[in-house]
């Protein structure tokens, strides 16, 4: 019943930026708390960066400082902005609804030196 599909990832040098998108469906962001995920080759799923109904987050010491959690309440969407990455950031990342444990497909970020 509830869906989440990300898009926006891509190929950015290091330095860059991308905006990545969670389209979200089966429940309001405004009302429920939803995460971003990465996980690269070889290496475990690790949580970036949170939002929940009252709109506080938070984020990996990782990633602090560079990148942003924001939602768009109208059209149901997610964002993660991500400035200044790093060859550390490439990864597959994830959309996550807490509420109903749903897992969108992933989108590959690749972050050149």
């Known amino acids: 019943q509830v869906q989440v599909v990300e898009s926006g990832g891509g190929l950015v040098q290091a330095g860059g930026s991308l905006t990545l998108s969670c389209a979200v469906s089966g429940i309001t962001v405004s009302s429920n708390a939803i995460a971003w995920y990465r996980q690269a080759p070889g290496k475990q799923r690790e949580m970036v960066a949170g939002i929940y109904n009252v709109g506080n987050t938070n984020y990996a010491d990782s990633v602090k400082g560079r990148f942003t959690i924001s939602r768009d309440n109208a059209k149901n969407r997610v964002y993660l902005q991500m400035n200044s990455l790093k060859p550390e950031d490439t990864a597959v990342y994830y959309c996550?609804?807490?509420?109903?444990?749903?897992w969108g497909q992933g989108t590959q970020v690749t972050v050149s030196s």
């Open positions: 996550y609804a807490t509420i109903s444990r749903t």
